[in-house]
Nanobody, 122 residues
Framework: QVQLVESGGSSVQAGGSLRLACTAS?????MGWFRQAPGKEREGVAA????????DYANAVKGRFTISQDHDKNIMFLQMNNLKSEDTANYFC??????????????????WGQGTQVTVSS
């Protein structure tokens, strides 16, 4: 069992920055950030292979978002810069069970946090 708690969501203006944090009871092989906007399906934003730091990003956020990890504190971060109105969503962190690199594949993730809301106004 893995417990995940997100924090850091807020309302910001377009062009602004936010850093989300996911505090985990433990890290698993694949961990990631996902988001869901009203009326849309949940989508992968960024993922990290915790063993070696390999990352993957959705095309929509490449160059603007950075996923990172603090192994000592079991915290995963998502630094979001140059935010756009289309980034508005509820952001979730997730952890997979199997030692398989799932990247942004939502189906591979079993444990989910409760989400943190990010609202970007233009």
């Amino acid at each position: 069992q893995v417990q995940l708690v997100e924090s850091g969501g807020s309302s910001v203006q377009a062009g602004g920055s936010l850093r989300l944090a996911c505090t985990a009871s433990k890290f698993t092989y694949s961990m990631g950030w996902f988001r869901q906007a009203p009326g849309k399906e949940r989508e992968g934003v960024a993922a990290i292979r915790t063993r070696d730091g390999n990352t993957d990003y959705a095309n929509a956020v490449k160059g603007r978002f950075t996923i990172s990890q603090d192994h000592d504190k079991n915290i995963m971060f998502l630094q979001m810069n140059n935010l756009k109105s289309e980034d508005t969503a509820n952001y979730f962190c997730a952890a997979a069970v199997a030692e398989v690199w799932f990247g942004l594949d939502t189906d591979g993730y079993v444990y989910w946090g409760q989400g943190t809301q990010v609202t970007v106004s233009s």
